[in-house]
């Protein structure tokens, strides 16, 4: 038996200093290594896992998240 894990389509983006919270779309997901999102459609933004949260920078801004959500399948002796 093995585990598959699978990741959510979206993710929720927070600037550090600021309380606003935006949707991004998941482009690339690697469990506890990087993220990499996409805001409206033109911004695509690398983040790097901390031990806690994602986190990058773009613009001057520090961005974190604390990822998709995450789900955990095991599978059976035949698939």
């Not at 983040?47 to 920078?57: S, T």
């Not at 998709?68 to 035949?78: C, F, K, N």
């Amino acid at each position: 038996m093995s585990t598959i894990i699978r990741h959510g389509d979206t993710c929720q983006i927070k600037m550090a200093k600021g309380s606003k919270t935006v949707e991004a779309v998941v482009d690339q997901f690697i469990f506890e290594q990087t993220l990499d999102v996409i805001i409206n459609k033109s911004v695509k933004l690398k983040l790097k896992w901390n031990g806690k949260v994602y986190e990058g920078r773009s613009a001057g801004m520090d961005i974190e998240s604390t990822g998709p959500s995450i789900s955990y399948t095991q599978t059976g002796l035949r698939g």
